[in-house]
């Protein structure tokens, strides 16, 4: 008979421990954008609600934004790199297959031989990270996970495509997910829906390096209004989903941190939720544009440095996009 597995005697709970971004120091307005499209600042306000996004400079790598965000969210969370096990990025930007960007952000960050992945689930990409770190930790796989959504969407969006290039932007943002006494980071609900996999994707798959066929690099392409009904229609039963899954109601919840799609989107799933009056509900994407993976950590970090979310805040946090691929969960904030 073959010898009984070891497993760790039972589970146990997670928590975020600590938050860390990075911004572009690059602000760029609507008048600039309105340079390579045919629009207006006024336009663009209407259709999305944003003024002004940041996008990256050369020096502003994919890799130098996760390593700042990751550093200052070891820092938040007053760990040392050699307390964390494994580091997920969350990316759609990153233009290589191979290597990943989570094992070269855990070798610039000095991290002792991390377990490392990428995670290709778009702008719902940070949100899949927190349930799958969460997971690893309350499962012993992982005694703290560094957690990363980053974005570089200035190198995959045409600048003279109307319909993407005022909505994109750069930035990085991450999370220490650790032990905790008690549930901290409620189940995920999440799934997807491949049949609309077409509403948002890249041009083409592009052609093999130095050959005949290779043009154009490809770039993002996206069919707003469908994007649009879908994220009204579907995801409010999503952010139910995963209120039900934590035991609480719309009534507990004190923050909600949505993907800055755009602040229409924002806005109407904040109102089909029934929030009470004094909730917060972020809105970076006025200031930051749409930064992918990156969001909502992003968002989330900016209402902490407001003040409007607190430690020990309930925050309902929901990803969506390309895919079309959903994920929302209940934390308490640190």
Not at 40 to 61: D, L, P, Q, T
Request: charged share 20%.
């Amino acid at each position: 008979m073959a010898a009984p597995m070891e497993c760790p005697p039972a589970l146990r709970h997670s928590r975020i421990e600590g938050f860390g971004t990075y911004r572009p120091t690059r602000v760029v307005g609507n008048d600039e954008i309105c340079r390579s499209i045919e629009s207006s600042s006024e336009w663009i306000v209407a259709r999305s609600g944003i003024h002004n996004r940041r996008f990256a400079s050369a020096e502003e790598s994919l890799i130098a934004m996760c390593e700042a965000a990751g550093a200052a969210a070891l820092d938040d969370a007053g760990v040392s790199p050699g307390q964390v096990d494994a580091v997920l990025v969350a990316s759609m930007s990153y233009r290589l297959i191979t290597p990943s960007l989570a094992a070269q952000v855990g070798a610039r960050l000095r991290l002792p031989a991390p377990a490392a992945l990428d995670i290709g689930a778009a702008c719902s990409g940070f949100c899949y990270g927190l349930g799958l770190a969460g997971d690893l930790v309350r499962t012993g796989s992982a005694g703290r996970v560094l957690l990363i959504g980053a974005e570089r969407m200035t190198d995959i969006v045409d600048p003279a495509d109307r319909s993407t290039a005022f909505l994109f932007a750069d930035g990085a943002g991450a999370a220490v997910i650790g032990p905790a006494d008690t549930p901290e980071i409620g189940p995920v609900a999440w799934g997807s829906d491949g049949s609309q996999s077409d509403v948002i994707r890249m041009s083409h798959q592009g052609a093999p390096a130095g050959s005949p066929e290779q043009g154009a690099a490809p770039a993002l392409l996206m069919e707003g209004p469908a994007v649009y009904r879908w994220a009204i229609s579907q995801l409010t039963e999503v952010a139910q989903r995963a209120m039900k899954n934590a035991g609480v109601g719309a009534g507990d919840i004190d923050v909600f941190v949505p993907h800055q799609a755009n602040l229409r989107i924002v806005e109407s799933l904040a109102r089909s939720l029934s929030l009470r009056e004094d909730a917060v509900c972020a809105r970076d994407v006025v200031e930051a544009g749409n930064t992918s993976a990156a969001s909502v950590p992003l968002a989330l970090a900016a209402l902490r440095a407001q003040g409007l979310a607190r430690r020990g805040d309930l925050a309902l946090l929901m990803g969506f996009g390309a895919g079309l691929a959903y994920a929302a969960q209940v934390v308490r904030l640190p």
